[in-house]
């Protein structure tokens, strides 16, 4: 009930400012569980795809967004419950990896729509980046769900990093054919058969975005983003520092 009203305010707000036009709807199974396998442009996105879909998806959110103390983290915590955001525990021996593919399986055996954001994190540069072969493909595998390629278009620009006024314009997103990896069944302690799996979704992601393929993790392609940044912020410092001693030696 709280995913319905939310959905038909937020995503019904969504869909008169932004007015997202979609291709491939027909590709989400009436019924029935599935994978959502997305590019991830922005945080916007875990928003306009369910605004556009008649039925429920379930994303995962770290745990700390619905356990912060006070008002504001109860607030915080009803609303990611209610765009049907799912905590996971990111402690344990092998943190939040094996707690996202525990919830994925829970939520494909209650025949609900899991998504999933194959790349780890949001695009640095609006690139697509190499999949992680871990939650898609072991989800995939361990249920026998299909898997169906999304492609979210344009959400970067509405709102780059740093600008609070989301600009007015129209995101789009392709749904592709839903995949079958019913071939791999029982495979999913194969390294080389998750990372195959994986690999072809991204595929389909990149043939549906037309984004440029980069074949590093997003993660690290934001350490070396970050590193450059600091070296030329240090190198920018040390040139002011040498022209200041010049100027005053002159």
Excluded: C
């Excluded at 959502?36 to 556009?52: E, M, Q, R």
């Excluded at 939040?96 to 994190?121: C, M, R, S």
């Excluded at 989800?139 to 898997?147: E, I, K, N, S, Y």
């Amino acid at each position: 009930m709280i995913y319905g009203a939310m959905k038909f305010s937020i995503g019904g707000s969504l869909k008169v400012a932004f007015r997202p036009w979609v291709e491939g709807l027909e590709n989400i199974p009436a019924e029935g569980p599935a994978i959502l396998a997305s590019n991830h442009l922005s945080f916007s996105d875990s928003f306009f795809l369910p605004a556009v879909l008649d039925r429920k998806v379930t994303f995962i959110a770290k745990a700390e967004y619905f356990t912060s103390p006070g008002v504001k983290g109860r607030l915080t915590a009803a609303f990611f419950k209610g765009v049907g955001q799912l905590p996971v525990d990111r402690s344990g021996a092998r943190g939040a990896g094996e707690a996202a593919i525990k919830a994925g399986i829970d939520v494909i055996k209650g025949g609900g729509l899991f998504g999933i954001y194959p790349e780890g994190t949001r695009s640095p540069d609006g690139r697509l980046y190499r999949g992680k072969p871990g939650g898609l493909a072991r989800v995939a595998l361990a249920t026998g769900a299909p898997v169906i390629p999304v492609a979210m278009i344009d959400t970067e620009k509405i709102q780059p990093p740093g600008k609070v006024v989301p600009k007015l314009m129209r995101p789009g997103i392709r749904i592709g054919k839903p995949l079958d990896f019913s071939r791999y069944h029982g495979m999913d302690g194969d390294r080389f058969i998750l990372r195959s799996v994986t690999d072809e979704v991204m595929y389909e992601i990149m043939k549906l975005s037309g984004q440029e393929y980069v074949d590093i993790y997003a993660t690290a392609a934001k350490r070396q983003i970050a590193d450059a940044e600091k070296a030329a912020k240090a190198e920018k410092a040390a040139l002011e520092k040498a022209d200041k001693a010049e100027r005053s030696g002159a």
